[in-house]
């Protein structure tokens, strides 16, 4: 996985699809990381707040931003650069959000 950081407001953030994230999206959704629409901006800016937090609390930097206060600071360009970013890393990993992995054989 490549190091992806979000920057908001001229702070940079670590961004990553930790079991963090995925805990908490299913505590802000009461749906599964599995369960994420791929077209709705909701569930990609709720998963990016996610990813955000809990990559910021695993490396020790404050990010106190609420999801309302995250997604206000948030531009369709930084929503558009995190899924290309994620896209292009779960093509070489095989694990997209919202699809099923396949079985290699």
């Known amino acids: 996985m490549k190091h992806i950081e979000i920057t908001i407001n ?3 953030y670590p961004c990553s ?3 963090g994230a995925m805990l908490r999206f299913k ?3 009461g749906r599964e990381i599995t369960e994420i ?3 709705s901006f909701t569930d990609l800016c ?3 707040w996610c990813c955000v937090a809990s990559a910021a609390k695993r490396e ?3 990010f106190d931003l609420s999801l309302m206060e995250f997604a206000d600071n948030l531009t369709p360009e930084d929503m558009t650069a995190w899924n290309t ?3 292009a890393d779960a093509e070489t990993n ?3 959000p919202g699809e099923k992995k396949r079985k290699r054989r």
């Open 10 to 12: 001229g702070t940079a």
């Open 60 to 62: 020790g930097k404050t």
């Open 46 to 48: 709720t998963y990016l």
């Open 37 to 39: 629409d791929p077209t």
């Open 94 to 96: 095989g694990d997209a």
């Open 85 to 87: 970013a994620i896209t």
């Open 27 to 29: 505590q802000e959704t």
């Open 17 to 19: 699809p930790t079991m």
